[in-house]
């Protein structure tokens, strides 16, 4: 009885650990392989969820996201994090087929359409639009940029909002974001959400041009 008492004492104190977004706070974190922005010299370097004890944390484990990406410049040795919390990170798209490369290192000396010339695009998760308490596959992916530093974190589409894809035009000098609606309004983006449009923003100063929709 004692034993099985402090078994559940010690699930609790473990469970206790996981934040609201089923993050787990307590556990370390290890780095994936860095991407270097020529350009700049700044190195992104990803970090991943351990998932070798605790299994809670599905999404991360089964997705390949990140949890963050340490940005390294050669004059600040520690290097800052992207997001002051930790979240979850689509890797980087290979350029030619616009999928997702796990992980996000790119091969074949490719560069990846999420560095531009100026920004540098990530999709993430951090909004939990269910309400259930903990970020899953029915919560939005949402777009973020920073210039090529890492710096200036944007957000460019809306957290109520999937975005399904993004298409980078640097000799038209714009990038077009396609998104989708929660239509039946179930607080969750699957296969059933059939209203999508397109989202048309500059280059130059990543302000909003148009939207491009057929229902609306």
């Not at 099985?4 to 650990?17: E, G, P, T, Y």
């Not at 977004?21 to 020529?38: A, H, M």
């Not at 994090?81 to 790119?106: A, C, G, N, Q, V």
């Not at 695009?121 to 090529?148: A, C, H, Q």
Request: hydrophobic share 35%.
């Amino acid at each position: 009885m004692l034993m099985r008492s402090l078994f559940f004492l010690f699930m609790f104190i473990v469970l206790a650990q996981i934040n609201i977004y089923g993050q787990k706070e307590k556990l370390p974190r290890f780095f994936d392989d860095p991407v270097c922005i020529d350009s700049t010299g700044v190195i992104l370097i990803p970090t991943r969820y351990n998932t070798d004890h605790l299994s809670s944390n599905k999404i991360a484990f089964w997705n390949n996201y990140a949890a963050n990406i340490l940005i390294v410049e050669n004059n600040n040795e520690k290097g800052i994090m992207l997001f002051e919390e930790d979240t979850y990170i689509k890797p980087f798209e290979k350029e030619e087929s616009h999928h997702y490369y796990p992980p996000f290192r790119i091969s074949d000396n490719k560069v990846s359409s999420s560095i531009g010339k100026e920004y540098v695009f990530y999709l993430v998760k951090n909004v939990d639009f269910d309400g259930n308490e903990r970020i899953d596959e029915g919560d939005p992916l949402i777009l973020y940029s920073t210039d090529l530093k890492g710096k200036k974190l944007n957000r460019l589409s809306p957290e109520h909002e999937n975005v399904v894809s993004y298409h980078v035009y640097e000799k038209t000098q714009y990038l077009l974001i396609k998104l989708q609606r929660d239509i039946n309004r179930d607080k969750a983006f699957n296969n059933r959400d059939k209203d999508f449009y397109f989202k048309m923003l500059s280059l130059s100063n990543l302000e909003e041009i148009k939207d491009i929709d057929l229902n609306h």
